[in-house]
């Protein structure tokens, strides 16, 4: 069993398995923090933007300035953002065969991999997962497409350039050369054509040798882990699970119990912040701000913890006195999404399914919606900029800042100290993903709300479900760079885990020992077992082994000794039918056995008693009969006649089968 | 009232002698014990057991009956020891055979009385009362109680085990300066005589002890330890010293007996000698015992030694304290100082809320120590941290505040301190007030108000408040959707503008007055409404006048008189006070070094008249609330003082308009039963009704108005304190109603049972 790891981001997991025959992707993240090197595309014109100045390298040698710029004391690059993408030379793409999807953020990826490589299996996901997915790829694509950059910068790439010349951070971006732009809308579609759905605790048989079950992880909707498991193995895929009450069905435990191996991806990023308390700062942050007659700008991805940021002011404002605010929300998707939230009844929590019943609409925000306070809008072009209205509170992506339409009402309210950006996404850097808007007048709190599992819950977790072995990112087995310190912030297990990080190919730590074997009824009636041990019975069997799509049948041995002459080539591969040999097996006891030696006119028998039994020295016959546990010499070279006759005796004392 | 209750006696005690009659409850008779406790120490036991004959005859059919309840049995014995107190009647009840039938366990406790612990009980408390003379001791001495008392102290009863512990610490303390006396100098032969049965006492219980700690059984040496404690804690050193001989020997065993639960009361004991002159004396060696507990026990049981004698004053550094607890506070939200690195890592401490409460506490009380003036960087580092941090729990910002109080009180001002203040804790201020818990911007708001109470005229901190727009977030704060925060918001606006030197705009000073005015009428909760008052009383306090005030006094009146809740009204009377001293005593002022000059008293009259102060203080007079009128009735005493000391002449000036006022009738009322000579329409009849007073109010020859002096001396003002001075249940509360209830329960009949249902 092996697992090759083609992602090294820890939350943005891209893992083949190769298990029984079969090669199974589990996820594939795309790590989209490569767009924070690329200046960032304004949706309407920006003067300043356009007229930074370009790169050149300080001995005049190297003349960069169509690709790079320099804004804000730093180096971006002048080109469409592009995405580190996961490893495609580690492994054949086209030899997966099926892709699990654990949750939306973690299929940016699947065109990549599904188009142009020859793959040709089968991706399953959820159906929240693959809705949402889909919305977060066309977003994706809409940013991209809407503001379309001709030129594809590829010199500042050039290793000696990149290492040597640039300037940091860029001189410190790794695998520049497998970043790639953005796939199309035609690409999304095919990819996803390739998708089945699956509900929680569906099983799926892959080519009869393993099932995979998606389990609910509790981290979005229809997040998912997933099962892998045969007969005698079980793998457990835990990928971004919660254990917090939010929107999403809670996190099935008890399934993962007695794993052979576990893979733990997709801890929170933010173990430092408790989720609660972030959303509290939020909260009075954000109503610090409005009192003071500014706005707020969270940027965010349009599914997942939006709605619970939504579902938490619904609260807050009414009793903070702001209820007449509005807020708004920014995204090609915007509607769909929210109201795709209101449908996935089903993979909600027991209290918000509860709702459905009333009837009444799971989320919140629909009143919101209703009462015109939440208003969504597909961008900031048409209807919104005639509705508009401050303060205000807008909830728009992508929250790399570099696309979308954040990058609009950044260079729009950056200028003002009243206003407010507050980072509630835990996937970018806030100093990084600033870094072309400086200097910035605007208020800026980072308050990251990551309700995946922290390092205390996952302990928890693995104390209760016990798993032989867990197998991680590297990330988790020390603490985190900035805390060294804290040595809580990081798993400590025994066995310890087994680390990974990009392009590792780990051979997991165990072995298959067993296989099951299917026995024919007509050949189980005709088994005669006879008991060894009190409720052990035995019997021999003879067959014919036939293994077929991972299935293995004994089948009664052919019968037929006269084959036609047609069959005859196929008979020939059937092996030769022996009478099986009886098997022996019992222990002889020493003082019946002297005794009925003695019957048998051998009366000079001298034991020596060894390490494994006994020695027997027949003096006058001048043989020897060593009895060991699992065997039993009779040296006897000249008296056939006697050898037989011990023999008969030792048989005596055995049973047959 | 005693005389009548006196009365009641007889019947009463007829009533607990029955042992037909269901005993009263426990309570009834420990509140009837608690009577005669009075009556005793008025009077002494003999006069009374003369005066009420019955009280002797009750003991008497006590110790006669076979079939007494236990539970009249052990107050019987209680009340024997209470009688028995005072020398004279334990004479009266040693010679009437009360006390030795009673208290030698000969008799009676096999009549299997003594099984129950609530006999075992009265019989030790009715011991410790008697216990109180040479006679009572004597007696003790001489009948061999102490054996039964001794064995006691291992009684399953915790009640009981702590009351015998009391008693031979009682029976030490008083025998031991006559035994050690007699040792030292030769006493007249009677005297002698005498103490030869008390030195047996003291000696068996003092070897008692040492053998109970010896002992191998848990059980025994528990209680030993306890007593132990006990009295190294109430007795004198010369039984001290003499009594740590006896125990030392066992002491040092069980110091170094390990993994039982004997760590505590050990410490206890240890901590007690401590703070006797034991402690400095080497032979007693009660460092070294403690040394030997310190470093003996395991983790646990260490932490408890340590920790009692960290109790132990001036032992620790308040330094060395100061900084472990910063650095606990530290670890306790993920900051780990590098110092402590190498002891270990504390994951179960990050968030832990209750340690971070306590240490928060310990961190404020350290400022009560001259030498903690060295950390207050540290202290202000740390307090702030957790101010800041997302995961402080409500709770834990209290204690933060509490001990940020605490820091500013002892700091002296300084321009760091200023930028702290303006930079980092009001920005964090600011937004905890935008908290979505109203736990949290109710105690930041109280904790702005008492920050700018304490640093009450100091301008630097006047200036940040006022230029850091944080007036602008309490404004902003008195629109809050919780009533405490509401009323939290109005106290810390109150304080930030009592406090301030600068010159209010006016406009400003009528924004919060008509706030306030409208938080008064429109509030619908009672606590904004309370608050606003309050700060209304502080504003008049201060000597600078606040115009806006001045002009809404009257509307205040009227609103708080009229308010349903009694809290409001008191502070709308204590805001009149204020404002009767104001005016009232700003006369002598005006001229100095003359008496008050009747105009100027005239005049002030007048003021309170139209702002309707007097009217409130008559309307609240006649309020239903007891603490309302007796307010008002103070301040009308005090008027009355006041008019009396300064009014020359008749003082018929100020006239009321007594028919215009819903209270005038009340007093019309008064007035007209107190002057009926005046009157010819109304009868000669004490009592004024009501009707004729309808028919005075149509009287046209009835005078409309009467002078203040007059209602002031109609009303019987200190008649009225007084009876309002007394609490509503005085009557309930009676030993008077109490054995009315006695008796009444005990002659319920099944017929009145069956009608209470």
Same mark, same amino acid.
């Given at each position: 069993?092996k697992?090759?790891?083609?992602?090294?981001?820890?939350?943005?997991?891209?893992?083949v398995?190769?298990?029984?025959?079969?090669?199974?992707?589990?996820?594939?993240?795309?790590?989209t923090?490569?767009?924070?090197?690329?200046?960032?595309?304004?949706?309407?014109?920006?003067?300043?933007?356009?007229?930074l100045?370009?790169?050149?390298?300080?001995?005049?040698?190297?003349?960069?300035?169509?690709?790079? $710029?320099?804004?804000?004391?730093? &180096?971006?690059v002048?080109?469409?953002?592009?995405?580190?993408?996961?490893?495609?030379?580690?492994?054949?793409?086209?030899? &997966?065969?099926?892709?699990?999807?654990?949750?939306?953020?973690?299929?940016?990826?699947?065109?990549?991999?599904?188009?142009?490589?020859g793959?040709?299996?089968?991706?399953?996901?959820t159906?929240?997962?693959?809705?949402?997915?889909?919305?977060?790829?066309?977003?994706?694509?809409?940013?991209?497409?809407?503001?379309?950059?001709?030129?594809?910068?590829?010199?500042?790439?050039?290793?000696?350039?990149?290492?040597?010349?640039?300037?940091?951070?860029?001189?410190?971006?790794?695998?520049?050369?497998?970043?790639?732009?953005?796939y199309?809308?035609?690409?999304?579609?095919?990819?996803?054509?390739?998708?089945?759905?699956v509900?929680?605790?569906?099983?799926?048989?892959?080519?009869?040798?393993?099932?995979?079950?998606?389990? =609910?992880?509790?981290?979005?909707?229809? =997040?998912?882990?997933?099962?892998?498991?045969?007969?005698?193995?079980?793998?457990?895929?835990?990928?971004?699970?919660?254990?917090?009450?939010?929107?999403?069905?809670?996190?099935d435990?008890?399934?993962?119990?007695?794993?052979?191996?576990?893979?733990?991806?997709?801890?929170?990023?933010?173990?430092?912040?408790?989720?609660?308390?972030?959303?509290?700062?939020?909260?009075?942050?954000?109503?610090?701000?409005?009192?003071?007659?500014?706005?707020?700008?969270?940027?965010?991805?349009?599914?997942?913890?939006?709605?619970d940021?939504?579902?938490?002011?619904?609260q807050?404002?009414?009793?903070?006195?702001?209820?007449?605010?509005?807020?708004?929300?920014i995204?090609?998707?915007?509607n769909?999404?929210?109201e795709f939230?209101?449908?996935?009844?089903?993979?909600?929590?027991q209290?918000?399914?509860?709702?459905?019943?009333?009837?009444?609409?799971?989320?919140?925000?629909?009143?919101?919606?209703?009462?015109?306070?939440?208003?969504?809008?597909?961008?900031?072009?048409?209807?919104?900029?005639?509705?508009?209205?401050?303060?205000?509170?807008?909830?728009?992506?992508?929250?790399?800042?570099?696309?979308?339409?954040?990058?609009?009402?950044?260079?729009?309210?950056? $200028?003002?100290?009243?206003?407010?950006?507050?980072?509630?996404?835990?996937?970018?850097?806030?100093?990084?993903?600033?870094?072309?808007?400086q200097?910035?007048?605007? $208020?800026?709190?980072?308050?990251?709300?990551?309700?995946?599992?922290?390092?205390h819950?996952?302990?928890?977790?693995?104390?209760?479900?016990?798993?032989?072995?867990?197998?991680?990112?590297?990330?988790?087995?020390?603490?985190?760079p900035?805390?060294?310190?804290?040595?809580d912030?990081?798993?400590?297990?025994?066995?310890?885990?087994?680390?990974?990080?990009?392009?590792?190919?780990?051979?997991?730590?165990?072995?298959?020992?067993?296989?099951?074997?299917?026995?024919?009824?007509?050949?189980?009636?005709?088994?005669v077992?006879?008991?060894?041990?009190?409720?052990?019975?035995?019997?021999?069997?003879?067959?014919?082994?036939?293994?077929?799509?991972?299935?293995?049948?004994?089948?009664?041995?052919?019968?037929?000794?006269?084959?036609?002459?047609?069959?005859?080539?196929?008979?020939?591969?059937v092996?030769?039918?022996?009478?099986?040999?009886?098997?022996?097996?019992?222990a002889?006891?020493?003082?019946?056995?002297?005794?009925?030696?003695?019957?048998?006119?051998?009366?000079?028998? $001298?034991?020596?008693?060894?390490?494994?039994?006994?020695?027997?020295?027949?003096?006058?016959?001048?043989?020897?009969?060593?009895?060991?546990?699992?065997?039993?010499?009779?040296?006897?070279?000249?008296?056939?006649?006697?050898?037989?006759?011990?023999?008969?005796?030792?048989?005596?004392?055995?049973?047959?089968? | 009232?005693?005389?009548?209750?006196?009365?009641?006696?007889?019947?009463v005690?007829?009533?607990?002698?029955?042992?037909?009659?269901?005993?009263?409850?426990?309570?009834?008779?420990?509140?009837?014990?608690?009577?005669?406790?009075?009556l005793?120490?008025?009077?002494?036991?003999?006069s009374?057991?003369?005066?009420?004959?019955?009280?002797?005859?009750?003991?008497?059919?006590?110790?006669e009956?076979?079939?007494?309840?236990p539970?009249?049995?052990?107050?019987?014995?209680?009340l024997?020891?209470?009688?028995?107190?005072?020398?004279?009647?334990?004479?009266?009840?040693?010679?009437?055979?009360?006390?030795v039938?009673?208290?030698?366990?000969?008799?009676?406790?096999?009549?299997?009385?003594?099984?129950?612990?609530?006999?075992?009980?009265?019989?030790?408390?009715?011991?410790?009362?008697?216990?109180?003379?040479?006679?009572?001791?004597?007696?003790?001495?001489r009948?061999?109680?102490?054996?039964?008392?001794?064995?006691?102290?291992?009684?399953?009863?915790?009640?009981?085990?702590?009351?015998?512990?009391?008693?031979?610490?009682?029976?030490?303390?008083?025998?031991?300066?006559?035994?050690?006396?007699?040792?030292?100098?030769?006493?007249?032969?009677?005297?002698?005589?005498?103490?030869?049965?008390?030195?047996?006492?003291?000696?068996?219980?003092?070897?008692?002890m040492?053998?109970?700690l010896?002992?191998?059984?848990?059980?025994?040496?528990?209680?030993?330890?306890?007593l132990?404690?006990?009295?190294?804690?109430?007795?004198?050193?010369?039984?001290?010293?003499?009594?740590?001989?006896?125990?030392?020997?066992?002491?040092?065993?069980?110091?170094?007996?390990?993994?039982?639960?004997?760590?505590?009361?050990?410490?206890?004991?240890?901590?007690?000698?401590?703070?006797?002159?034991?402690?400095?004396?080497?032979?007693?060696?009660?460092?070294?015992?403690?040394?030997?507990?310190?470093?003996?026990?395991?983790?646990?049981?260490?932490?408890?030694?340590?920790?009692?004698?960290?109790?132990?004053?001036?032992?620790?550094?308040?330094?060395?304290?100061?900084?472990?607890?910063?650095?606990?506070?530290?670890?306790c939200?993920?900051?780990?100082?590098?110092?402590?690195?190498?002891?270990?890592?504390?994951?179960?401490?990050?968030?832990?809320?209750?340690i971070?409460?306590?240490?928060l506490d310990?961190?404020?009380?350290?400022?009560?120590?001259?030498?903690?003036?060295?950390?207050?960087?540290?202290?202000?580092?740390?307090?702030?941290?957790?101010?800041?941090?997302?995961?402080?729990?409500?709770?834990?910002?209290?204690?933060?505040?509490?001990?940020?109080?605490?820091?500013?009180?002892?700091?002296?001002?300084?321009?760091?301190?200023?930028?702290?203040?303006?930079?980092d804790?009001?920005?964090?201020l600011?937004?905890h007030?935008?908290?979505?818990?109203?736990?949290?911007?109710?105690?930041?708001l109280?904790?702005?108000?008492?920050?700018?109470?304490?640093?009450?005229g100091?301008?630097?901190?006047?200036?940040?408040l006022?230029?850091?727009?944080?007036?602008?977030?309490?404004?902003?704060?008195?629109?809050?959707?919780?009533?405490?925060?509401?009323a939290?918001?109005?106290?810390?606006?109150?304080?930030?503008?009592?406090?301030?030197n600068?010159?209010?705009?006016?406009?400003?000073?009528?924004?919060?007055?008509?706030h306030?005015?409208?938080?008064?009428?429109?509030?619908?909760?009672?606590?904004?409404?309370?608050?606003?008052?309050?700060?209304?009383?502080?504003w008049?306090?201060?000597?600078?006048?606040?115009?806006?005030?001045?002009q809404?006094?009257?509307?205040?009146f009227?609103?708080?008189?009229?308010?349903?809740?009694?809290?409001?009204?008191?502070?709308?009377?204590?805001?009149?006070?204020?404002?009767?001293?104001?005016?009232?005593?700003?006369?002598?002022?005006?001229v100095?070094?003359?008496?008050?000059?009747?105009?100027?008293?005239?005049?002030?009259?007048?003021?309170?008249?139209?702002?309707?102060?007097?009217?409130?203080?008559f309307?609240?007079?006649?309020?239903?609330?007891?603490?309302?009128?007796?307010?008002?009735?103070?301040?009308l005493?005090?008027?009355?003082?006041?008019?009396?000391?300064?009014?020359?002449?008749?003082?018929?000036d100020?006239?009321l308009?007594?028919?215009?006022?819903?209270?005038?009738?009340?007093?019309?009322?008064?007035?007209?039963?107190?002057?009926?000579?005046?009157?010819?329409?109304?009868?000669?009849?004490?009592?004024?009704?009501?009707?004729?007073?309808?028919?005075?109010?149509?009287?046209?020859?009835?005078?409309?108005?009467?002078?203040?002096?007059?209602?002031?001396?109609?009303?019987?003002?200190?008649?009225?304190?007084?009876?309002?001075?007394?609490?509503?249940?005085?009557?309930?509360?009676?030993?008077?109603?109490?054995?009315?209830?006695?008796?009444?329960?005990?002659?319920?009949?099944?017929?009145?049972?069956?009608?209470?249902?």
């Amino acid at each position: 069993m092996k697992l090759y790891c083609l992602s090294g981001h820890p939350t943005l997991p891209c893992n083949v398995l190769k298990f029984k025959s079969t090669t199974i992707m589990l996820d594939c993240g795309l790590d989209t923090t490569s767009a924070l090197y690329y200046l960032p595309l304004p949706l309407v014109h920006s003067p300043r933007l356009s007229k930074l100045p370009g790169w050149v390298s300080k001995d005049g040698t190297v003349n960069l300035e169509k690709e790079l $710029k320099e804004c804000a004391g730093r &180096v971006f690059v002048d080109s469409q953002p592009e995405f580190c993408l996961p490893e495609r030379e580690l492994l054949d793409l086209s030899t &997966v065969d099926v892709i699990l999807i654990s949750n939306y953020h973690c299929m940016m990826a699947l065109p990549y991999i599904t188009e142009h490589t020859g793959f040709s299996g089968t991706v399953y996901a959820t159906e929240p997962t693959f809705q949402i997915g889909r919305l977060l790829m066309e977003e994706l694509v809409t940013f991209m497409e809407r503001v379309p950059k001709a030129q594809s910068a590829t010199c500042w790439k050039t290793k000696e350039i990149q290492r040597r010349m640039l300037p940091g951070p860029l001189k410190d971006a790794v695998d520049v050369w497998s970043w790639r732009t953005c796939y199309s809308m035609q690409e999304v579609n095919s990819a996803l054509s390739r998708v089945q759905l699956v509900g929680y605790w569906q099983k799926v048989e892959l080519f009869g040798a393993v099932q995979v079950t998606p389990l =609910s992880s509790g981290y979005s909707l229809g =997040s998912s882990n997933w099962i892998i498991q045969s007969h005698f193995e079980k793998v457990s895929y835990v990928s971004g699970s919660s254990l917090l009450t939010t929107h999403p069905q809670p996190m099935d435990q008890s399934s993962l119990k007695n794993s052979d191996v576990l893979i733990l991806t997709g801890l929170t990023q933010i173990p430092t912040a408790n989720p609660d308390g972030m959303l509290g700062e939020f909260c009075s942050n954000l109503a610090m701000t409005i009192r003071a007659g500014g706005n707020v700008l969270v940027p965010c991805y349009s599914s997942g913890v939006i709605y619970d940021l939504l579902e938490c002011l619904y609260q807050f404002m009414d009793s903070a006195n702001l209820g007449t605010t509005p807020f708004y929300f920014i995204s090609p998707v915007a509607n769909s999404s929210l109201e795709f939230s209101q449908i996935f009844a089903e993979w909600l929590c027991q209290n918000k399914q509860s709702k459905v019943y009333l009837p009444e609409p799971p989320f919140p925000h629909a009143e919101l919606i209703q009462t015109n306070r939440l208003k969504h809008y597909t961008s900031i072009h048409g209807e919104f900029s005639s509705e508009f209205r401050q303060p205000c509170v807008v909830f728009t992506g992508h929250p790399s800042l570099r696309f979308g339409d954040v990058v609009h009402f950044l260079e729009l309210w950056g $200028k003002s100290s009243l206003n407010t950006i507050i980072f509630t996404e835990p996937d970018f850097s806030y100093l990084d993903a600033l870094a072309p808007y400086q200097p910035l007048a605007m $208020k800026c709190v980072y308050c990251p709300i990551d309700t995946r599992l922290n390092f205390h819950q996952v302990a928890k977790l693995l104390k209760e479900v016990q798993p032989l072995h867990v197998v991680c990112p590297e990330q988790y087995t020390q603490p985190p760079p900035a805390q060294s310190h804290r040595s809580d912030l990081m798993l400590e297990l025994q066995p310890p885990p087994v680390a990974y990080r990009r392009c590792s190919v780990l051979g997991l730590p165990f072995r298959r020992r067993h296989e099951r074997i299917q026995l024919l009824p007509e050949l189980a009636k005709a088994l005669v077992p006879s008991e060894i041990k009190p409720g052990i019975s035995v019997a021999t069997v003879s067959a014919v082994l036939q293994s077929k799509d991972n299935k293995h049948v004994l089948q009664v041995r052919p019968s037929s000794p006269y084959p036609s002459k047609k069959r005859k080539r196929l008979l020939e591969e059937v092996p030769e039918l022996l009478t099986p040999k009886p098997l022996l097996s019992g222990a002889i006891p020493l003082d019946a056995f002297l005794a009925s030696l003695h019957k048998s006119g051998v009366t000079e028998v $001298k034991v020596e008693e060894t390490a494994g039994g006994h020695i027997l020295h027949l003096q006058a016959e001048d043989a020897l009969i060593q009895l060991e546990e699992d065997a039993t010499h009779i040296v006897c070279d000249t008296n056939e006649p006697l050898r037989a006759t011990l023999r008969d005796l030792v048989l005596r004392f055995l049973h047959k089968l | 009232m005693d005389s009548e209750c006196l009365s009641l006696l007889p019947s009463v005690c007829e009533v607990l002698a029955d042992s037909k009659l269901l005993p009263p409850d426990d309570t009834s008779l420990e509140k009837l014990l608690d009577w005669f406790k009075d009556l005793t120490s008025q009077d002494d036991g003999q006069s009374l057991l003369q005066h009420q004959p019955c009280l002797l005859q009750f003991l008497y059919s006590v110790m006669e009956s076979e079939v007494v309840d236990p539970i009249i049995f052990s107050f019987s014995l209680k009340l024997a020891g209470l009688l028995a107190a005072e020398e004279s009647g334990f004479c009266l009840l040693q010679e009437k055979g009360v006390l030795v039938s009673m208290f030698v366990p000969d008799g009676w406790h096999v009549l299997g009385l003594w099984k129950n612990a609530s006999v075992r009980c009265g019989w030790l408390q009715g011991l410790w009362n008697m216990l109180q003379h040479p006679p009572a001791m004597d007696f003790f001495c001489r009948n061999g109680i102490i054996t039964l008392v001794l064995n006691l102290q291992n009684d399953e009863s915790l009640f009981i085990t702590s009351l015998t512990n009391q008693i031979l610490a009682h029976i030490l303390n008083c025998s031991m300066p006559r035994v050690l006396g007699n040792d030292t100098d030769s006493t007249a032969e009677g005297q002698a005589l005498v103490s030869s049965d008390w030195v047996s006492v003291t000696t068996e219980i003092m070897s008692h002890m040492s053998r109970s700690l010896a002992s191998e059984d848990q059980a025994v040496i528990l209680p030993g330890l306890r007593l132990l404690a006990i009295v190294l804690t109430q007795c004198g050193d010369p039984l001290k010293r003499l009594l740590w001989k006896h125990v030392l020997e066992p002491l040092e065993v069980l110091a170094i007996r390990k993994g039982d639960s004997l760590t505590p009361p050990m410490m206890a004991v240890l901590q007690a000698a401590a703070r006797t002159p034991l402690y400095i004396q080497p032979e007693c060696r009660v460092e070294a015992l403690m040394n030997v507990m310190l470093y003996s026990r395991n983790t646990n049981e260490s932490v408890l030694c340590a920790a009692s004698i960290l109790l132990l004053e001036k032992c620790v550094s308040i330094r060395l304290i100061g900084s472990a607890v910063i650095s606990l506070l530290r670890i306790c939200i993920g900051h780990y100082p590098s110092t402590i690195l190498q002891v270990g890592n504390f994951p179960h401490l990050i968030g832990c809320c209750k340690i971070q409460r306590c240490g928060l506490d310990v961190l404020g009380s350290l400022t009560v120590y001259e030498e903690s003036m060295d950390l207050i960087q540290e202290a202000f580092a740390i307090i702030l941290q957790y101010m800041q941090s997302p995961d402080s729990h409500a709770t834990v910002l209290k204690k933060a505040h509490q001990a940020a109080l605490k820091w500013f009180s002892i700091c002296s001002p300084s321009t760091d301190l200023w930028r702290f203040v303006s930079n980092d804790l009001f920005s964090v201020l600011k937004k905890h007030v935008c908290d979505g818990r109203w736990e949290v911007r109710d105690s930041t708001l109280e904790f702005i108000a008492q920050l700018t109470s304490a640093l009450k005229g100091n301008s630097e901190y006047t200036e940040a408040l006022h230029t850091n727009g944080m007036i602008s977030v309490l404004f902003t704060a008195l629109s809050d959707v919780e009533a405490y925060v509401q009323a939290s918001a109005v106290a810390a606006l109150g304080e930030a503008l009592t406090t301030t030197n600068l010159p209010l705009c006016t406009s400003l000073q009528e924004e919060i007055v008509s706030h306030l005015l409208t938080v008064l009428a429109q509030d619908a909760e009672s606590f904004p409404r309370r608050a606003a008052l309050k700060v209304f009383t502080s504003w008049l306090k201060i000597p600078q006048t606040f115009a806006a005030l001045d002009q809404s006094l009257s509307s205040v009146f009227s609103l708080g008189g009229n308010d349903c809740d009694w809290e409001v009204k008191i502070h709308t009377l204590e805001l009149a006070d204020v404002l009767m001293e104001k005016s009232l005593s700003h006369c002598p002022y005006a001229v100095q070094g003359y008496e008050p000059s009747e105009r100027c008293t005239e005049q002030a009259l007048n003021k309170l008249m139209d702002l309707g102060t007097l009217g409130l203080l008559f309307k609240c007079l006649f309020d239903c609330d007891r603490p309302v009128s007796q307010k008002a009735c103070a301040l009308l005493l005090k008027l009355r003082a006041f008019m009396k000391q300064t009014s020359h002449t008749d003082g018929n000036d100020l006239a009321l308009e007594i028919c215009r006022y819903n209270w005038g009738e009340e007093i019309l009322h008064r007035y007209c039963s107190k002057r009926p000579e005046q009157s010819d329409c109304v009868s000669n009849d004490d009592e004024v009704s009501y009707e004729q007073i309808d028919i005075v109010k149509c009287d046209p020859c009835w005078p409309k108005e009467i002078s203040l002096c007059k209602i002031l001396d109609v009303l019987d003002l200190d008649e009225m304190q007084h009876t309002l001075s007394l609490s509503s249940d005085h009557v309930i509360n009676s030993p008077r109603s109490l054995m009315e209830d006695i008796l009444f329960v005990a002659h319920q009949s099944e017929d009145n049972v069956v009608d209470c249902y």
